[in-house]
């Protein structure tokens, strides 16, 4: 016999701008993604969809919303989207947003900026409440030097020779939750973004697992309305290139950029008084 | 105060092939991505790394491995390799295995096959053991017909028409874990595809709920060694075009295919005495 | 002072997929492109679009069109298109059509195959008429043996060593002109694919370049309605792993597939008699 | 019979980041590919290597110049580049240098700047000596007003309604022809992309076409080094959301930022002095 697990299902990707008409006009530029779940086994059942509601509809809401809230930050968006969605059946509701950022060359005229994505997500649960986690991904961070990389285990695979200088490169992905659902949104992310920055700056490195704790760390350190953030940090590596066939030196100056295998260093971080997280990782 | 969490660290996407030169050649085309966690607190303090075993390590030992082992399921090389590497500190390693299809074309020439991907993932930990997923994705299917869409919810915000014949499409993504770690391999992989592409062509679908809940209970109906099914299915919208305004019907013929926003629907199907699943989907 | 040159504009990626609803559904997925060009120096000085039939007009035709001639291959909806948009003050149309490739898995079901795609592109001008340029992109295939590489050019750069026996890999993007444009379409597409893959396949190859001649050559062999072949063959390099450092020999079995940088060869094959191509390669 | 024509080969996107350790550390982060013609006959006919330098040495080669030429403009790379693979048997060698750009954010350390793509190309022909090509690409603009589309053709197939005010959005690639090969490319290129830049901001725009127009003339206008300018403009349509079924207004503040189809505007912008091409723009 079989069973119905764990199950869910929205709308995924909704992009939507927001024009704010001001005398400077503000633009939001979101991807938006919802995702419900709830009494929902007769629809997979018996394909009854009597408690469905279409994603369809959830799209129509994500732009219903984004008109009725203006110019807010994303967080409160997926709030309110969130908090709208759950109602008897669906019992719990996760809203992502996305948003990509604009460099504004007039009143009305904007470039879009680096390729990272400022990202935050909501759970809210029928009975649990809501939870907030954000975040920013893609976030392409290198340091020419103060990276080293020596005295690991080895094994009769190992080959890799030591290093006191290499290129330390990653994409950032890091994702925070909050201690609660009420924050200043604007300058949680603003001072959790530049702590992750300063600490990948300031730490001497020996190893980018060290690195990603000093970065977690310092995201906890300057905003206390976080108490856990999440890393992963491909280590994007730069490979010194062998000149001496060429009758050359190469002191650290010419590199290839390797795609392909890369490593992948991922790390939590909380702060000691971290509440429980509930749903706030995995709705 | 603050506190190191769950972490791992490993190589990603070495992208390894193996030819075994038989009288016809046999060809592997794998995607090897490894994950390790165990007693590496030092690293992430102190940058001490002692107990860290290079990904480049990790990646000579897939070489390796590969070499060795000759011309095996992909199960084998990560089942292989994950218990290589569970050794103090190490205690828990997670090992990947993408393999992309070959159609052959002569005894030492193929054409790559459709885009999908079958994988597997063992989670080797040096309590629980070693636990196999396997699984496929891209795997895109469509039917022209046969499905429906009625009977939803509605609220202020639904403006969705009711269909009584649409096109129902979709990319597979559906992972399967396994009761042990000795089974047919080849077997299981062809049988539960198979088994997804028949529920997917046999369904009469009124959602595509439904249509997910069949094909995870076809899965498990056809491979008893397989307990239960992850299945991830965007729905691929196709709409009806309007051609009224050119004066033509458009009795299901002509529809566009939308990239964004789409449905997402995912759903786990178990077998009723399907045994804990440890630490099967999350090392 | 400053003058407007060569110019176009149009919709680009219509993706319509077609049913055909005959006793076994068919199935046409496309992705079509369409560039006018004339007299269209108004709308570039001083932004008069009274000659600017808009793009999304362009793409309502391509819906309409689609509907109305069924079940047809590309080259035909892309003939039919192309000649319909040449009017006053449109002097030129190129229309591209991609086709993607379905599997039948039942009357009225689908997967979709490999990941290559078919590809025309007719250019149709007021003076000089429709020409036809078909073809298929991202055919991957691969020889694990009968290809060297040895003899070549040496300079004070050159590190590379001769090999007797390497992994010979590409993804094939041919285009192929049309002597006219009246042809059996699918028998053309089956038998110039067919040539492209019995030359790689059968050629023992001493470079690249010398495997797509035999490529190019086949096709003109195959498919007397063809005058003219272009190659793009990117060298998708596998380098053998070195297995020394663990006492493991590595008789070409072990390679690592690298991404970047590849090599990339490019030429065309003509047949002797091949008339002027006008404008078929660039309108 | 058959015949070769136009042919090239080479390497492809060879990955090569310079660090120049000066006070404060410089960083290049390039893209680099070559593209050789000459006489290659016998390679393609029947596998004779002798005139055929391998691909492998043409990335030695970028190593080895990178090194050599040390902290310069990609454009620099280019020509030296390209003036050394020209030796008999070679007759002309393409250079192409993409440049991704990194903010400082300290002695040492950076971070990705925008994804836009700095660009440039040479061509080194035996007997028609140098020509550069400059650009850039993925440059996302968008403008939230002061653009229309009204007053176009219409034909049979024309529903599209007529608008007075629209977004409009484009990601900007351009490519520009320099009359010479020795020019300040760090001038040249800053003073184009901000001619670009204001030309977008600045223009109150009835069409993209006429948009695309101001964008040319601005860089002619602004660098007299540059003597031609190719631009294609996708039309990145953002369209306003319907929200009159949910009781709201929309007075351009709620758009969908759709994915395909786009429109694709593209033009040549040339001074009336502009010398003969040559071999600038197809080698």
Not at 23 to 37: C, G, P, T, Y
Request: proline fraction near 4%; aromatic fraction near 10%; glycine fraction near 8%.
């Amino acid at each position: 016999m079989v069973t119905l697990g764990p199950n869910r299902y929205g709308k995924a990707e909704v992009r939507v701008v927001r024009v704010t008409r001001d005398a400077e006009h503000q633009l939001r530029d979101w991807n938006v993604s919802v995702a419900l779940s709830g009494d929902l086994e007769a629809v997979h059942l018996v394909g009854d969809n009597a408690h469905v509601l279409p994603t369809d509809t959830q799209k129509n809401t994500v732009y219903a919303f984004t008109q009725r809230l203006g110019d807010v930050e994303p967080e409160v968006l997926a709030l309110e989207l969130a908090a709208h969605f759950v109602r008897d059946p669906i019992a719990r509701a996760r809203v992502t947003v996305d948003q990509f950022g604009w460099t504004r060359l007039g009143g009305h005229s904007f470039a879009r900026a680096s390729a990272e994505v400022r990202t935050c997500r909501v759970v809210n649960d029928a009975g649990a409440g809501a939870s907030v986690v954000g975040g920013v991904r893609d976030l392409m961070v290198l340091n020419t030097t103060d990276s080293e990389f020596w005295g690991f285990a080895r094994d009769e695979y190992t080959t890799l020779g030591e290093t006191h200088d290499r290129i330390l490169a990653s994409s950032v992905n890091a994702l925070w939750r909050f201690r609660s659902d009420a924050n200043d949104w604007v300058a949680a992310f603003g001072v959790a973004r530049q702590a992750l920055l300063d600490a990948f700056v300031g730490t001497y490195s020996y190893s980018l697992q060290q690195t990603l704790y000093e970065m977690g760390s310092a995201v906890l350190a300057a905003v206390p309305a976080i108490c856990e953030v999440r890393l992963v940090l491909p280590n994007k590596h730069h490979f010194l290139v062998d000149l001496a066939p060429f009758g050359m030196a190469n002191e650290n100056e010419v590199y290839y950029a390797a795609d392909r295998p890369f490593g992948q260093i991922e790390g939590n971080v909380l702060a000691d008084n971290a509440p429980d997280p509930g749903l706030a990782w995995d709705c």
